[in-house]
Structure formats: structure tokens, C-alpha cells
T-cell receptor
Framework: DAEITQSPRHKITETGRQVTLACHQT?????MFWYRQDLGHGLRLIHY???????NKGEVSDGYSVSRSNTEDLPLTLESAASSQTSVYFC???????????FGEGSRLTVL | AQSVAQPEDQVNVAEGNPLTVKCTYS??????LFWYVQYPNRGLQFLLK??????LVKGSYGFEAEFNKSQTSFHLKKPSALVSDSALYFC?????????????FGSGTRLQVQP
């Protein structure tokens, strides 16, 4: 079955370190998204991509970057991790026309 | 800008009773509306969506939602709640007129169904 997978599922890191969260989908969806989930805020959009070599900033993009070199993968990089980036991160993908997003299981990141 | 409000942080209901989880939205054009459910330590699962057509939309696990354009609402409903429905529910909106394909989510409502 097609799916979307995130790794690692749990990570603890230190302030100032670079961290990369991986997202891989096998649906061949053009659209991919990164959200973060924090209590009281729901899900907030970090970055998104509509296809290979396309990346766009969401509402909370400061301190994060993404790259899209193929259809399947959209890795999220925290250039210099900060304690405010402690969160649960969700990757999602969608086909162009139907609208609904399909989510991965999440990556819980703790920055000490 | 598009936005979603879920006015209740938590909804408590007894098993077997009907449940409603409220959602209101704001977009400039005609909205695409969605409901998702999240169980502990899991990703979000799609329940149902409204794109166009019948205002009453039926989805997974016996859930349904009613689109009300005049009240800009999209409340989630179920005629008879189950303990297994206890979870976190998110409403989301997309404004197709903007060309933006990302969804904007509400802050979530925790549904607690008591046996």
C-alpha cells in the first residue's frame, strides 16, 4: 500500500545543532507540506511544495528550510535548533485536485 | 486570509447520545472544508470534506457535517457517540480561489465520550 513515512519518530537534540526530519511518500503526490503541532495552536504550516524544485514558506517558516529534489521526499531542516522548536512535526501530502491531506505519524522533537 | 475557529477546547458527551463539535470559518471565496481526527501519538486521519453540492456531508465512522454558508459554519455531528470516538478533532479550511493548496487548521476540540 502507498504511504507516507516520517523519520525519526522521536529525537532529542541540543540548542544550536542542525536537525533534519525526513518525509517520504509513495503516492506520487505533487503537493507536500510540513506542519508543527503545539498545544493551543493546532497545526501551523511551516513550508510546502507543489512539485520538484518548488518550495514555499508557510506562516511559521523562520528557522526552517526544505528542499524538493524528487517527488517522494520533502526533508525539513532546522538550521540551528532552538528550544522554541520543541514540537511535534507532521508531514502531509495531497494529490492536486481532491484537496484532502494525508498525514504521516509525526516526529516528536525535543530541543534541550 | 483564511481562518478556522473551534470555540470549544473540550466536548463531553455520554455514550449513545448525539454529539456536535463546532467549527466556524472565514475565507474570501467559497470554501473547501475538512474534518480530521487524531488519536494519541498518531497522525491526523481524514474524516470528511465539503467541496460543493449537498450541504450535509457523510464521512467515516458514522460522522457527518453540515455546511451552513450563512452562518459560515461546518459543525461535525454523530447521532450516537461511542467511547472509541474519544479523540482530538480538527476542522480545516482551504480557499481554492487563492490557488493555495495548504489547509488552515483550527486549534482542535477534544471529544470525551463517557461510558
Amino acid at each position: 500500500d502507498a504511504e507516507i513515512t516520517q523519520s525519526p519518530r522521536h529525537k532529542i537534540t541540543e540548542t544550536g545543532r542542525q536537525v533534519t526530519l525526513a518525509c517520504h511518500q509513495t503516492w506520487n503526490h505533487n503537493n507536500m507540506f510540513w506542519y508543527r503541532q503545539d498545544l493551543g495552536h493546532g497545526l501551523r504550516l511551516i513550508h510546502y511544495s507543489y512539485g520538484v524544485q518548488d518550495t514555499n514558506k508557510g506562516e511559521v517558516s523562520d528557522g526552517y528550510s526544505v528542499s524538493r529534489s524528487n517527488t517522494e521526499d520533502l526533508p525539513l531542516t532546522l538550521e540551528s535548533a532552538a528550544s522554541s522548536q520543541t514540537s511535534v512535526y507532521f508531514c502531509a501530502s495531497s494529490p492536486t485536485n481532491t484537496g484532502e491531506l494525508f498525514f504521516g505519524e509525526g516526529s516528536r522533537l525535543t530541543v534541550l | 486570509a483564511q481562518s478556522v475557529a473551534q470555540p470549544e477546547d473540550q466536548v463531553n458527551v455520554a455514550e449513545g447520545n448525539p454529539l456536535t463539535v463546532k467549527c466556524t470559518y472565514s475565507v474570501s471565496g467559497n470554501p473547501y472544508l475538512f474534518w480530521y481526527v487524531q488519536y494519541p501519538n498518531r497522525g491526523l486521519q481524514f474524516l470528511l470534506k465539503y467541496i460543493t453540492g449537498d450541504n450535509l456531508v457523510k464521512g467515516s465512522y458514522g460522522f457527518e457535517a453540515e455546511f451552513n454558508k450563512s452562518q459560515t459554519s461546518f459543525h461535525l455531528k454523530k447521532p450516537s457517540a461511542l467511547v472509541s470516538d474519544s479523540a482530538l478533532y480538527f476542522c480545516a479550511v482551504r480557499d481554492p480561489d487563492t490557488g493555495r493548496r495548504a489547509l488552515t487548521f483550527g486549534s482542535g476540540t477534544r471529544l470525551q465520550v463517557q461510558p
